[in-house]
Nanobody, 123 residues
Framework: QVQLVESGGGLVQAGGSLRLSCAASGPTFSRYAMGWFRQAPGKEHEFVAAISWTGDRTLYADSVTGRFTISRVNGKNTVYLQMNSLKPEDTRVYYC????????????????WGQGTQVTVSS
């Protein structure tokens, strides 16, 4: 079992950058693929990015490709989401999630979730 805690959200102007972190507890973090999702009020989780357990495969939503980068440091039990060129439409609550082995775009396939961190981009 793994527990996840996100940090790094906040308020930023359009065009700015933020780096989100997700710290995981548990000795088997390196076996989990990790994903970042975001959610607007009353909406379902929207896929943002995912990374395989080895870190050699990454997936991105079209809306963030070229602006966001997902990475992980297994020795620190941490996954990151570097967000550049932020836009007002990126304003959401961002969640990290974990599943065994392979990365996926589907939120239904992730069994472990953090509590979320708010990202607000002002115009």
């Amino acid at each position: 079992q793994v527990q996840l805690v996100e940090s790094g959200g906040g308020l930023v102007q359009a065009g700015g950058s933020l780096r989100l972190s997700c710290a995981a507890s548990g000795p088997t973090f390196s076996r989990y693929a990790m994903g970042w999702f975001r959610q607007a009020p009353g909406k379902e989780h929207e896929f943002v990015a995912a990374i395989s357990w080895t870190g050699d495969r990454t997936l991105y939503a079209d809306s963030v490709t070229g602006r966001f980068t997902i990475s992980r440091v297994n020795g620190k039990n941490t996954v990151y989401l570097q967000m550049n060129s932020l836009k007002p439409e990126d304003t959401r609550v961002y969640y990290c999630a974990a599943r065994i082995w392979s990365a996926s775009r589907s939120s239904d396939e992730y069994g472990y979730w953090g509590q979320g961190t708010q990202v607000t981009v002002s115009s």
